[in-house]
C-alpha cells in the first residue's frame, strides 16, 4: 500500500475557494477536490475511486450541474464507496443505542480501517435508515480474550487454547501475524497509529476453540461462565448481631492481612434499568437537552469554562494548538481577546493600585479575591503584580503599596521568560490570543480549600501567611521565592476581577460565620478525626458536648 501518494495531492485553501467562487468558475475546484478522494481512497482502502470530469459534469452531461444549482455541493458518492458510508454511519447508531439503550449486538463492528470522506456521507444522508442490529450473544470471557489478545499475551488463556494462536497447524493461525504494518496517518506517537492487521472472525474462533473446551478444568470452566451484573451497599448491623458469624471480607492468599470483619455491606443483582417502554411507560425517562435550572454561558460556576464572560473575537487559524499533546496540523478555533478589566488600566503600577489594596478585618489582611486562568475562573487572591520593571506587593500590615525594582538584567530576562512561558501556554494549549498592550504578571495563590476555625466559621483556604502581605525580609517574598510557596503567574489579561458574576458564588465553597457546636455536630452524628495526631481519620460517633473555660 502506497501511503506516499497522498503527499503529492493539492489541497486548495479557503482563500483560493473563495476566489474560485467569487469568480463563478469553481469546476476546477471540485475537480482537483474529486482527485484528491480518489487518491484518498485508493491509498488508504484500495477503493477504485473514478474521479468525474467535472467540466463535461458541468455541461450537461451528469447530474452535477443540477444537484450545483440547486443548492448541493457534493455529488452522491461513487457505487465502490457507498458501502463504506453505509457502515460508518451504523457505526454512529451503534454507539448512541449502546449508550441509550444498552449493547444492541455484541458481534457488529465497523469493517474498514479509516472513514469515508465526510463529503460522500453528507451527499447521499437522507438515504441511509436506522440499522438493525442482531440481537446476539455476549462473547464468553476466554472467546473475548481469543479476539483481543496477541500471540505474546497466550499466557493470559488456560494452558488448552495457547497453542491455537501460535501452532502453524492451526486453523486460526493465520489472525495472529507476529509482524504487520502500521500507519501512523499524519499522528506522532505509536499508539496513535493504525494498526493495518485483518478483523478476526469471531466464527472461525469459536469453531477452533470448541473442541480444546473439554480439556478445561472446573476452575477454567467457571471462569469462562457469563455472571450476572452485582450492587453492593451499606447495611449496617446492630449492637445485637453475632460478629462472629457477621458477612467478612478475606484478603487474598498471598497476603497477611486478617479479614475485615464484620463485613457491612450487601449484594443484589441488578438489572441495567432500559429506555424502552413496558406496560406503556418506560423504566427511565431519558431528557432531551439540559436539565432544568443547569447553569450555562456567563451563569457557569468557577472552574468550569465558558467563552461568555469577557469581550473576544474568534476565528479559524493554523496555530498548532496542541491536541493531547500534539500541535495540530489543521485549522483550530482561536480566541482574540480584547482588552477588559484590569488590562484596561493599561500598566502594573495602576493595576496594583486598583487591585492590591484588600480589606483588612479585626485580625489581619485579606488579599484581593479574583478569578484567572480564563475561561476556566479559577477561585484565587491576589499577591502581586509585575511588569518588566519590578514587582508591586503589600507590606507586611496589608496597608501600604510596595515596589521591588527587579535586580539587574538577570531578574529582567527571568520576568521576560516567565511572561512569554505564560502566554505560549494560552496560546498552545487553549488557543487563546491575549492583547499585546499590556504586558503585566499578577501573582496569585489558588483556592485550596475551606478551613474550619475553632469556632466553627469555615473560611475559604488560599495559603495566604495570616500575618499579612509580602514583606522584603520575609523569606517567601519575591519573585524567586514565590513558586516555592505555591504563586502562580497569569496575564493579567487572563484574570477576571468582576465580582458580581455567577462564578463567584459556589456553593461548593461558600463561606459561612460560626454555628453552635451542637448544632454542627449533633449527638449520634458520624464523623472522622482530622487532628494530627495518630488518630487521624478515624471514624467516630458524637456522644456529648464539652466547653473549655472560654465557652
Known amino acids: 500500500m502506497r501511503l506516499r501518494e497522498l503527499d503529492n495531492v493539492l489541497v486548495v485553501p479557503d482563500a483560493e475557494l473563495n476566489m474560485y467562487t467569487q469568480t463563478g468558475d469553481v469546476s476546477d475546484f471540485w475537480q ?15 477503493i477504485v475511486y473514478d474521479a468525474p470530469n467535472i467540466a463535461e459534469e458541468a455541461s450537461g452531461d451528469s447530474g452535477l450541474s443540477s444537484a450545483t444549482a440547486s443548492g448541493q455541493r457534493f455529488r452522491p458518492p461513487a457505487a465502490t464507496v457507498e458501502p463504506m458510508c453505509r457502515s460508518y454511519i451504523g457505526s454512529l447508531q451503534w454507539v448512541l443505542q449502546y449508550y441509550y439503550r444498552g449493547c444492541q449486538s455484541w458481534s457488529w463492528y465497523y469493517p474498514y480501517h479509516y472513514a469515508p470522506c465526510i463529503s460522500d456521507i453528507c451527499a447521499n444522508l437522507a438515504a441511509y435508515k436506522v440499522e438493525h442490529f442482531v440481537n446476539d450473544e455476549p462473547y464468553t470471557p476466554y472467546e ?75 476452575d477454567e470452566q467457571r471462569r469462562n461462565s457469563r455472571g450476572t451484573n452485582m450492587a453492593y451497599s451499606y447495611t449496617p448491623i446492630s449492637v445485637e448481631d453475632d460478629a462472629e458469624n457477621a458477612p467478612q471480607y478475606l484478603a487474598p492468599c498471598n497476603l497477611k492481612f486478617p479479614p475485615i470483619r464484620p463485613l457491612k455491606c450487601k449484594g443484589v443483582i441488578y438489572i441495567l434499568p432500559s429506555l424502552k417502554a413496558k406496560g406503556g411507560r418506560a423504566e427511565l425517562e431519558l431528557v432531551s437537552g439540559l436539565i432544568r435550572g443547569a447553569s450555562t454561558r456567563a451563569k457557569m460556576l468557577s472552574g468550569f469554562p465558558s467563552l461568555f464572560t469577557v469581550r473576544h473575537n474568534a476565528q479559524l487559524a493554523f496555530n498548532g494548538t496542541e491536541v493531547f499533546g500534539s500541535p495540530s496540523r489543521d485549522e483550530s478555533m482561536q480566541i482574540e481577546l480584547l482588552p477588559n478589566a484590569p488590562v484596561e488600566t493599561g500598566s ?130 519575591g519573585l524567586g521565592m514565590w513558586s516555592e510557596a505555591g504563586v502562580q503567574a497569569y496575564p493579567a489579561s487572563l484574570v477576571l476581577t468582576d465580582l458580581s458574576g455567577a462564578w463567584v458564588n459556589n456553593p461548593r465553597f461558600a463561606e459561612h ?16 478525626f482530622l487532628g494530627r495526631t495518630p488518630l487521624y481519620g478515624s471514624p467516630g460517633k458524637v456522644i456529648g458536648h464539652a466547653y473549655d473555660d472560654a465557652g
Open 32 to 46: 482537483r477536490f474529486e482527485l484528491w478522494k480518489a487518491a484518498y481512497y485508493g491509498a488508504k482502502l484500495e
Open 144 to 218: 473475548q480474550l481469543m479476539c483481543v489478545l496477541p500471540p505474546y499475551s497466550r499466557k493470559l488463556l488456560p494452558s488448552a487454547l495457547r497453542s491455537l494462536m501460535v501452532d502453524m497447524h492451526s486453523p486460526i493461525h493465520d489472525m495472529y501475524p507476529t509482524s504487520f504494518s502500521v500507519d501512523m496517518n499524519g499522528k506522532k506517537m505509536p499508539w496513535e497509529a493504525v494498526v493495518l492487521i485483518d478483523f478476526v472472525d469471531a466464527e472461525r474462533i469459536r469453531d477452533a476453540m470448541r473442541p480444546r473446551l473439554q480439556q478445561l478444568s472446573s
Open 348 to 477: 502594573a503600577e495602576g493595576i496594583a493600585h486598583e487591585l492590591l489594596n484588600g480589606k483588612r478585618t479585626s485580625d489581619a489582611y485579606r488579599p484581593r479575591r479574583l478569578f484567572v486562568a480564563w475561561p476556566y475562573l479559577r477561585d484565587a487572591v491576589l499577591v502581586g503584580v509585575s511588569d518588566i520593571s519590578g514587582t508591586y506587593t503589600m507590606d507586611a500590615r496589608g496597608t501600604n503599596i510596595m515596589f521591588l525594582e527587579h535586580g539587574g538584567a538577570g531578574e529582567r530576562q527571568v520576568w521576560t521568560r516567565r511572561y512569554m512561558e505564560a502566554v505560549h501556554q494560552a496560546k498552545k494549549t487553549q488557543a487563546v490570543i491575549t492583547p499585546d498592550n499590556c504586558k503585566v504578571l499578577l501573582h496569585v495563590l489558588h483556592l485550596r480549600g475551606l478551613e474550619m476555625f475553632p469556632d466553627g466559621s469555615l473560611v475559604r483556604d488560599y495559603g495566604f501567611p495570616a500575618s499579612g502581605g509580602a514583606d522584603p525580609s520575609r523569606p517567601w517574598a
Open 513 to 528: 460565620k460560626a454555628v453552635p457546636l451542637d448544632q454542627a455536630f449533633a449527638i449520634k452524628d458520624r464523623a472522622f
